[in-house]
């Protein structure tokens, strides 16, 4: 029996400002979560997802980067958290559930996350770059944060007639963004 494939909540769904609920045990469901995941990260083009950002309150997020030497980090986090963080970054973010913004937001330079992997087992990823600040940007996620409350009050006041707009339409279609800036 096929499954109905994932779909994007956006800007205005309350499912992305609730805090997620930890997963239990990581078993079969929580599996099939997280290939659906990839599989609508992917359709979407995009380098990260939060479960909630397809109607999921569940601690899982999943990401896809490729770093500044070309290595790829694929991986999805359970009940993640960071243990460690080293000093701050400002660089430019956009996200698959705010299509068409992209913005400056200050993270961690350097983090380390403990979560559960997709077979259950605890491990510790530690990263920096674009990898450090996906899994900041998804743990965000999980926690009902948006990366545009991360912004000034006169940036966010900048935003507001377009973010009204993007909470206003039905369809919640994204419009098409000039960015090259990867969106999580």
């Known amino acids: ?9 956006y800007y205005g769904d309350p499912t992305l400002r609730r805090k997620a609920d930890a997963v ?3 078993d079969p ?5 997280i290939e659906a995941m990839f599989d609508c990260m ?3 083009r995009g380098i990260g997802l939060a479960a909630p950002q397809v109607g ?3 601690r899982i997020f999943v990401v896809d980067v490729e770093g500044e030497g070309g ?6 986090l359970v009940n993640p958290e960071i243990k460690e963080k080293r000093g701050s970054v400002t660089g430019e973010e956009g996200c698959l559930s705010i ?3 992209h913005e400056d937001v200050k993270r961690h330079a350097e983090v380390v996350f403990e979560g559960l992997n997709e077979r259950g087992e605890r491990v510790l990823v530690p990263a920096q770059g674009l990898l450090a600040r996906a899994l900041q940007h ?4 999980l926690d009902g944060i948006l990366f545009i409350d991360r912004l000034s009050a006169i940036r966010r006041k900048l935003l507001e007639p377009k973010l009204a707009r993007m909470q206003a339409r039905d369809d919640r279609e994204p419009e098409p963004s000039p960015s090259a800036t990867p969106s999580f």
């Open 1 to 9: 029996m096929d499954r109905k494939p994932l779909q994007l909540r």
């Open 24 to 26: 239990e045990t990581v």
């Open 29 to 33: 469901e929580t599996r099939r979560i």
């Open 42 to 44: 992917y359709r979407e």
């Open 56 to 58: 999921i309150a569940r």
């Open 71 to 76: 290595e790829r980090t694929k991986l999805a």
């Open 99 to 101: 299509p068409g913004i």
């Open 138 to 141: 998804e743990l965000d996620h």
